[in-house]
Structure formats: structure tokens, C-alpha cells
T-cell receptor
Framework: DGGITQSPKYLFRKEGQNVTLSCEQN?????MYWYRQDPGQGLRLIYY???????QKGDIAEGYSVSREKKESFPLTVTSAQKNPTAFYLC????????????FGPGTRLTVL | QQPVQSPQAVILREGEDAVINCSSS?????VHWYRQKHGEAPVFLMI?????EQKGHEKISASFNEKKQQSSLYLTASQLSYSGTYFC???????????FGTGTKLQVIP
């Protein structure tokens, strides 16, 4: 069964701590993305990667970091520099052009106390 | 340069029709449509490409006006399961990212 998995589903952390969110896909997609969604809001792009060992900043990259050492994996670290990290984080992958449709994981809801 | 959607919210009774619009200020290669139910991840519905090609959901239709950079999603004979927030995504082609719209919250009531 192909798909995207994110773990954990819910995550609680104390202010000032770094936290890493996991994203794995077995769809053999080259491109992977991280989005942030705040309550009642749309999707904002944090980082994306079109190929292994390469990634680009999205619209709201400050306070976040990523790595892409394997095609299947694209972990996101929320650092203590992120001023307001409490949000719903969505990982997606895409087969790329010409359609570039996004397939989303189930999301991780991060709450910083 | 986020696509703008209208209306922001709409309430329908089962069986009624709805149209959701999406406008972009950038030249588009394609428009994506996704539906997100509360607390869940967005699900891909369909893609409309320049030149009229479409890929996606059988029971949902959409149009793409390339000159105006606008797309409309048509939901006919709405069902309770259609409830959710609909997002359009603008895609300029190649290895560019998809930029998501502001969202339209649709609620279908019995």
C-alpha cells in the first residue's frame, strides 16, 4: 500500500525545545513538501525538495530546518527560533511535472506549551 | 500572489448546487483543486491544464479560463459528504511549487 506517513499524530513540547517531525513516503516521488496550517487558515509552504540532497525555502522558512538524505524521507525540525510553532504540519509528495498533484500525509498537530 | 477564492464560505442544503471560484494574478500552467475535511489532510480532487486537459474526480467538474487566469469548481446535487474546505492551487509548470488559495468553507446540511 503506497502512501505518506507522518509521525507522531500529536506532539507536545515545552517552549525553547527543538522538535523533529517525521515524513516518509513509498510512492517513489521525487518532490516532497512541508506546509503549515493554522486554525481556519490556508496552507503555507515551509520548505520543499525536488531531489535528494537539495531543498529550497518556501514562504515561511524562518525557524525551521529540513534534510533530504533519502528519497523516501523529508524530516522537518522546528527550532526554538520559531516564534509561534503551535500549528498543524502537513507533509506532501508529488511525482513532479506535468501534473505535480500533491499527495498529503495525515499531518502532525504540534502544541508548544 | 496567493490565489483568491470566492466565496469564503457557503451553506447548502442537500441536492443544491454550488460554484467556487479561484483567481490568480500569475500566468498559470495548471490549476489544482483539493478538499480538506476538519482535522484531516487535504485530498486531491482534480487538475486542469492549459489547453483543456483534465485529470481527476469523476463526479466533480471544473473549468479553467486561461486568458483570465481563473478557475471554477462546480459541485452539483451536493451531498453531506461534500462538506469541507476547498482549496485551489496555482501551478506555473516545471519544478515550480504549488501555491494554495485562501480556501472556501462549504457546509452541506440535510
Amino acid at each position: 500500500d503506497g502512501g505518506i506517513t507522518q509521525s507522531p499524530k500529536y506532539l507536545f513540547r515545552k517552549e525553547g525545545q527543538n522538535v523533529t517531525l517525521s515524513c516518509e513516503q513509498n510512492l517513489n516521488h521525487d518532490a516532497m513538501y512541508w506546509y503549515r496550517q493554522d486554525p481556519g487558515q490556508g496552507l503555507r509552504l515551509i520548505y520543499y525538495s525536488q531531489i535528494v540532497n537539495d531543498f529550497q525555502k518556501g514562504d515561511i522558512a524562518e525557524g525551521y530546518s529540513v534534510s533530504r538524505e533519502k528519497k523516501e524521507s523529508f524530516p522537518l525540525t522546528v527550532t526554538s527560533a520559531q516564534k509561534n510553532p503551535t500549528a498543524f504540519y502537513l507533509c506532501a509528495s508529488s511525482p513532479g511535472p506535468p501534473y505535480n498533484e500533491q499527495f498529503f500525509g495525515p499531518g502532525t498537530r504540534l502544541t508548544v506549551l | 500572489q496567493q490565489p483568491v477564492q470566492s466565496p469564503q464560505a457557503v451553506i447548502l442544503r442537500e441536492g443544491e448546487d454550488a460554484v467556487i471560484n479561484c483567481s490568480s494574478s500569475k500566468a498559470l500552467y495548471s490549476v489544482h483543486w483539493y478538499r480538506q475535511k476538519h482535522g484531516e489532510a487535504p485530498v486531491f480532487l482534480m487538475i486542469l491544464l492549459k489547453g483543456g486537459e483534465q485529470k481527476g474526480h469523476e463526479k466533480i467538474s471544473a473549468s479553467f479560463n486561461e486568458k483570465k487566469q481563473q478557475s471554477s469548481l462546480y459541485l452539483t446535487a451536493s451531498q453531506l459528504s461534500y462538506s469541507g474546505t476547498y482549496f485551489c492551487g496555482s501551478y506555473s509548470g516545471g519544478y515550480q511549487k504549488v501555491t494554495f488559495g485562501t480556501g472556501t468553507k462549504l457546509q452541506v446540511i440535510p
